[in-house]
């Protein structure tokens, strides 16, 4: 089953089915570890059958009030590009030690209002010259640190700014709409396979300028210990959403530009699909 937030209330994709359900908010639904339970009681008490899946221009990022987290250097891909962009100042040892370190990078991303949602525009900061998109899995993680879904998310990078110095990581990674998620949670009661795949593709002036993919097989941590190192000390009252990284990076001559269209693709989610301011 897939949950959609829209202008129209919540709705679920069950089975070819399309329902709109009377739950009084997302935050409801995900502060709890029975999510897919609740979703699918939803389903048969009160919900209204729809005749079509939603217009796309209804759909809307899937978050209530959760804070949104994010994971690094969890793929070697990864793991190479930061060395790449560090290396002139000096930081790029950083990156290869964090990779194989047992605690992982772990960092704040967004906070809800400043999360893209599906068709709205992401930005690029003003004061960087060097900026990606990074496809993630993005898990949903209930209050008592459960995995109880997943979705897609882009974490928007300056890559310049990161690379200058290792500190400016914040000013790299946080600033409004430098976050996207949607189009869906899907709600899932076991970890998806490692052959999932995820993809990444750019389209500017209507051609792909650039196409990559990667699979979960690659991630070198399990998304269980991300959330035990994320919830170490911490709480999160209406659960939160947590990005676990990215293998696919563009090489050093890509940046992304305005009207840039960004689609990442994920098995079994759905695709995401954001515009660059």
Known sequence: MKLYKTRLGLIVEDGGRWLRIPADSIDSLL?????????????????????APPEASTILAPIGSQEVWAAGVT?????????????????????????????????????????AGPGEDVRIRRDSKWNV???????????????????????????????????????AKVYDRSCALGPA??????????????????VRGGACVFDGSTTLASLKRRPEELVEYLYRD??????????????????SDFTLASKDEIRITIDSIG????HVA
Not at 92 to 107: C, H, I, K, N
Request: proline share 9%; charged share 20%; glycine share 10%.
């Open 234 to 251: 911490q709480s999160f009252p209406a659960g939160c959403f947590l990005l676990t990284g990215t293998g696919i990076v563009p090489g």
């Open 185 to 202: 949670i899907l709600a899932a009661s076991r970890p998806l396979e490692p052959s999932t795949r995820i993809r990444l593709e750019v």
């Open 31 to 51: 502060a709890g570890d029975d999510f897919p339970a609740r979703l699918a009681a939803a389903c048969e008490e009160g919900a209204s059958p729809l005749g």
């Open 133 to 171: 998109p990074e496809p993630e899995l993005t898990l949903v993680v209930s209050a008592g640190g459960r995995i109880i879904g997943y979705t897609i998310g882009n974490d928007m990078s300056s890559r310049d700014i990161e690379g200058e110095n290792p500190l400016y990581l914040p000013q």
């Open 271 to 274: 695709t995401l699909i954001n």
């Open 75 to 115: 793929y070697y891909r990864s793991r190479d590009a930061r060395m790449e962009e560090a290396e002139a100042a000096g930081g790029g040892s950083f990156y290869d030690r964090v990779y194989s370190a047992p605690r992982p990078e772990l960092f704040f991303k967004s906070t809800p209002h400043r999360v």
